[in-house]
Nanobody, 126 residues
Framework: QVQLVESGGDLVQPGGSLRLSCAAS????????IGWFRQVPGKEREGVSC????????YYADSVKGRFTISRDSANNILYLQMTSLKPEDTGVYYC???????????????????WGQGTQVTVSS
C-alpha cells in the first residue's frame, strides 16, 4: 500500500524560507510523476510543483517560479520542496502525491494523481 507522509510545515514570516519533505513507501516504479500541491479552504487544490522520473523534468506553477525548488532523494524515497521568499499567499495545506501512470505533460493537474499524503500546514504571516 502506497504511503506518503509530509513534514516540515511551519509558521514563517514573509520573505522567509521553509523546506518540506515527503517520505514515500509501498511502491516500486521506474517511471512516475510525483508532486506538491496546496489547498486553501474554499478553493480547489492546485499544483505547485512536480517531477517526472522518466526524464527528470520539473514543472512549477507560475506563482512559485523562481522561488520554489523541487528535488528528490531517490535512494531514500524522499521528495523535497525548498521554498524561499515566502509570501502570505503561499499559505495553505501542502500535499505530496504520486501519479503511477504519468500521461499528463506537465504533471500539475491534481485529478491525475492516485495517492496522497495527509498534508502539512504552511502559514506565512507577520
Amino acid at each position: 500500500q502506497v504511503q506518503l507522509v509530509e513534514s516540515g510545515g511551519d509558521l514563517v514570516q514573509p520573505g522567509g524560507s521553509l523546506r518540506l519533505s515527503c517520505a514515500a513507501s509501498g511502491f516500486i516504479l521506474d517511471y512516475y510523476a510525483i508532486g506538491w500541491f496546496r489547498q486553501v479552504p474554499g478553493k480547489e487544490r492546485e499544483g505547485v510543483s512536480c517531477l517526472k522520473t522518466v526524464d527528470g523534468a520539473t514543472y512549477y506553477a507560475d506563482s512559485v517560479k523562481g522561488r520554489f525548488t523541487i528535488s528528490r532523494d531517490s535512494a531514500n524515497n524522499i521528495l523535497y520542496l525548498q521554498m524561499t521568499s515566502l509570501k502570505p499567499e503561499d499559505t495553505g495545506v501542502y500535499y505530496c502525491a504520486v501519479d503511477i501512470l504519468p500521461l499528463q505533460l506537465t504533471c500539475l493537474r491534481p485529478s491525475a494523481y492516485d495517492d496522497w499524503g495527509q498534508g502539512t500546514q504552511v502559514t506565512v504571516s507577520s
